[in-house]
């Protein structure tokens, strides 16, 4: 019987990367030393990660030469990687020039990953300016959900655009006409563990339709929770850039939100000696 950590799936989103191209810096946010950053959390505390995922918005405004950044920084870490797009990609500009793109037989950058007893659903929800889910992504959807639950996968679905509202602004451009992919999802039978998406750039954590569901605020800049009935700005702060590091057993699936740009100090370890080569659970 392989060891419990060996059993164990451990997948990383990062998501809303925003790259320019090389020395374009915006808004005083330089999203490519951020990237920097992130990668190198993610070999520095997840070099055992079984999977990396960008959740879209990989360059802010579809160049070329952004992209080419994105491949090259990425290219440095072992962890295995997917990208997917988001509503600032061009699915027409990434692809030929991209480095092994993930494409379903329509041409659309979505697929799955099989790891541990989860297939990982990674769906193409990118339309220049907007979102969609048309019948094609969705009828390509519902063969892979059935092939899970005839599988006995469980099942994590990734998604650039936040499906469940978050009863903010961000909601008028969320995921278009999501009850369609509800009604794909319930209709498969598979049993789904999470669904995460990017977007918003704001952290949350919920259900929608039952599911449940979360979202990360990505590699930009992150939205103060703006509400319903609220008038005024909205605050928009440089950080924490973040993204998802998701551990699953099957039974026990969580997801950690961690913070690879914060302006928190961190406190003197000597406060907290017992937090020192702490133990784990033993799982047998
Ligand atoms: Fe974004
Ligand atoms: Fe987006």
């Known amino acids: 019987m392989p060891r419990y950590e060996d059993r164990l799936l451990k997948l990383v989103v990062m998501s809303d990367i925003h790259l320019l191209p090389p020395g374009r810096i915006q808004r005083g946010l330089d999203t490519r030393a951020r990237f920097e950053t992130a990668m190198a959390d993610l070999d520095r505390c997840h070099g055992d990660a079984d999977l990396c995922v960008f959740a879209g918005d990989i360059a802010d405004a579809a160049e070329p030469e952004a992209y080419r950044l994105f491949d090259a920084i990425r290219a440095q870490s072992a962890v295995p ?5 988001g509503n600032h990609d061009d699915r027409a500009v990434y692809v030929p020039l991209a480095r092994d793109p993930m494409l379903d037989p329509d041409g659309f950058v979505q697929g799955v990953v099989d790891l541990k007893g989860h297939r990982i659903l990674m769906l193409d929800s990118s339309e220049r300016g907007g979102s969609r889910l048309c019948d094609a992504r969705l009828g390509w959807a519902a063969a892979r959900l059935d092939e899970a639950r005839t599988a006995g996968l469980k099942v994590i679905v990734l998604l650039h655009h936040n499906p469940c509202a978050l009863q903010m602004p961000v909601d008028t451009y969320r995921l278009d006409q999501p009850d369609r992919l509800l009604s794909v999802l319930r209709a498969s039978g598979a049993e789904i563990l999470l ?38 700005q909205q605050a928009c702060y440089s950080d924490p850039a973040q993204f998802a590091v998701v551990l699953s057993d099957g039974l026990n699936c969580v997801l950690h939100f961690h913070n690879y740009v914060e302006q928190s100090t961190e406190m003197d370890p000597a406060h907290f000696p017992y937090k020192w080569n702490q133990r784990f659970e033993e799982v047998p």
Do not use: D, F, K
């Open 195 to 232: 669904v995460l998406a990017g977007h918003c750039h704001i952290a949350t954590a919920g259900s929608w339709g039952g599911y449940p569901c979360a979202t990360i605020n990505g590699n930009q800049h992150r939205v103060e929770p703006y509400l319903r009935g609220r008038t005024g």
């Open 81 to 85: 990687q997917r990208v997917m797009l």
